[in-house]
């Protein structure tokens, strides 16, 4: 083999290297930039929710509106998710559960 053949074979070896390279920088990129968008939206999603439960939570009626309407705005954005619903039913179950306890404790005293 020649030099000129030799030359030619290490340049056409290069650039599949170079060009494997490239695709495996795209692909990295692309995997972290979704992670990186996952955990921002997950911070944001446990921020609304961490606000809306501690005024659902609280004993504020004014407070208990807000979580409310907070909720509500929440879930009719066409981003919330699965885990959205899911909070909200975790929220109401537990509104049910503290209202029933009262009515059981207003009995008991009457």
């Known amino acids: ?3 000129g053949w030799t030359s030619a074979a290490v340049a056409v070896i290069g650039a599949v290297v170079a060009v494997a390279s490239l695709v ?3 692909v ?3 995997r972290a930039r979704r992670h990186t968008k996952y955990l921002a939206h997950h911070d944001h999603w446990w921020q609304r929710w ?3 439960a501690e005024r659902a939570l609280s004993n504020a009626e004014c407070d208990h509106d807000a979580a ?3 909720a509500r705005a929440v879930l009719s ?3 919330s998710t699965p885990d ?3 909070m909200e039913r975790a929220l109401d179950m537990h509104e ?3 209202t029933r306890r009262r009515r059981r404790e207003a009995r008991r005293d009457h």
């Open 1 to 3: 083999m020649d030099v």
């Open 24 to 26: 495996v920088t795209i």
């Open 28 to 30: 990295e990129g692309v």
């Open 50 to 52: 961490s606000w809306i």
């Open 68 to 70: 409310a309407l907070m």
């Open 77 to 79: 954005r066409s981003w």
């Open 84 to 86: 959205d619903d899911w």
């Open 96 to 98: 049910y559960q503290a």
